[in-house]
């Protein structure tokens, strides 16, 4: 056994990493579905949406032949409505907290309609925003992840100056790089983008990274104001014998290769262990599944009713043929010649709660050997602890320390997203980041 790339052919590789969740085909099938929406007063979806958009409207005006006042309604709120809308994890957000779950039947799909009224305002960059007079006044974003583009283009719209440093090639952070290519391609992450910058006043520095090619000194010497989103990053280490082996691989560098290289050029292993049960970990067992791997083990340490992941997404790992392996946690990587070749899981079983609420794993003495030739880790990401700490940011184990103004202990140097709160949705970014700007236009006056 050994890894290999190539295994599959062209038309399978299509196939396999074909859109997830398809769009409507008609303009009569969305409809169909828009026309079904009570249109709740106080609607439960609306408060469940991190960034508020008011998901009764945008329906309302699809009903009514209204597409630009819909994608207004949306991208107005969530200007990567578009992104959101493949990605979000609906289902523990404004799907459902539709009435119709109350009523044991489908809920609204809201996504699905979001998506329809986006689409093509966003193919199209229709210039649904008009910015104001520019008031001279210059911010620098770094990163150009859903944060630092949702900030950006508030800022934007309100007549600021903003040019965004952005370590990668390609603007979209997590949206780009982190998420399984079935979900959104690079070609809407990129079409996104320039949707965003369309606008104008946003120049977007690209293969520019903080403490390397840009210091934040610099930045607050030039610009009247910075704000942070550089996200998190560091895949956690397992810390266990064998982690160096060939054949072990961090599902973030994984998820971004495939992303990055196309799927011929991506080594999968024939037999797979994947650490962990989060949206990372599913991600990458279910793509490694559709690169080729005949066996895809996932390994959780705990029970289905603590796992971080939707029921929605293991879901989808199930039907791809994943096998899911509860209460069991990796041990030891046992190699040969220098390559994988067994994973020793420790069995387990549920202690006290731990300080999160969940169940504490604790280890019953027996172990289980998987015979895999790879093992991808996902037990989580870390924020940058290291960058953070140069740059005399206050923080909490490399997450940055902002008080309700966003603001950091640095004077004009604002942050927000994944570097604050260790990571959440793509949603909560987009929020974070309106909120930054919020904060950075009153500190600019």
């Not at 929406?37 to 005006?61: E, G, M, N, V």
């Not at 387990?348 to 790879?374: F, H, I, K, N, Y």
């Not at 996902?378 to 320390?401: C, D, T, W, Y």
Request: one cysteine or more.
């Amino acid at each position: 056994m050994a890894l290999v790339n190539n295994r599959l052919t062209a038309e399978q590789y299509g196939e396999n990493f074909s859109d997830i969740h398809p769009p409507f085909e008609t303009r009569d099938a969305a409809l169909v579905e828009a026309n079904r929406c009570l249109f709740c007063y106080d609607a439960p979806c609306i408060k469940s949406c991190p960034t508020s958009i008011d998901i009764p409207k945008f329906i309302r005006q699809i009903t009514t032949d209204n597409p630009k006042g819909s994608a207004y309604t949306i991208l107005s709120a969530n200007i990567l409505g578009g992104g959101c809308s493949k990605v979000c994890p609906v289902e523990k957000l404004c799907e459902g907290s539709c009435v119709y779950n109350l009523m044991d039947e489908p809920p609204i799909p809201i996504a699905k309609l979001q998506r329809f009224s986006t689409e093509k305002a966003i193919a199209e960059k229709w210039p649904l925003f008009q910015r104001k007079p520019s008031t001279t006044k210059r911010v620098a974003v770094v990163g150009a992840g859903p944060a630092g583009l949702s900030c950006a283009h508030v800022l934007s719209r309100e007549g600021i100056d903003v040019t965004v440093f952005e370590k990668e090639s390609k603007g979209g952070g997590l949206m780009t790089y982190g998420i399984a290519a079935y979900k959104v391609t690079p070609q809407f992450c990129e079409d996104e983008v320039n949707f965003i910058t369309s606008l104008g006043g946003i120049a977007i520095n690209y293969n520019q990274e903080l403490g390397k090619t840009v210091s934040l000194a610099d930045l607050q010497q030039t610009y009247d104001a910075v704000y942070l989103g550089v996200g998190v990053g560091l895949a956690r280490q397992l810390d266990i014998p064998g982690e160096n082996l060939n054949g072990v691989e961090d599902a973030i560098r994984f998820i971004y290769d495939i992303r990055t290289k196309g799927y011929p050029a991506i080594p999968v292993g024939d037999k797979v262990a994947v650490i962990g049960l989060g949206m990372t970990a599913i991600d990458a067992a279910t793509q490694a599944k559709r690169l080729g791997a005949s066996e895809v083990t996932i390994v959780y340490r705990r029970t289905q009713a603590e796992m971080p992941c939707t029921e929605t997404e293991l879901n989808i790992a199930k039907l791809d043929g994943c096998r899911i392996m509860w209460l069991a946690a990796p041990q030891e990587i046992i190699g040969e010649n220098g390559q994988v070749t067994q994973l020793i899981c420790s069995l387990m079983q549920l202690g006290e709660p731990d300080a999160s609420g969940r169940w504490s794993p604790v280890e019953t003495g027996e172990t289980m050997t998987l015979d895999v030739d790879m093992v991808i880790k996902a037990a989580g990401q870390m924020p940058f602890e290291a960058l953070v700490s140069e740059n005399h940011l206050e923080n909490r184990k490399g997450k940055i320390s902002i008080n309700d103004a966003c603001a950091t202990n640095l004077r004009g140097v604002f942050a927000g997203g994944d570097c604050v709160n260790g990571g959440k949705e793509v949603v909560d970014a987009v929020q974070a980041g309106k909120d930054g700007a919020k904060a950075i236009l009153k500190f600019l006056k």
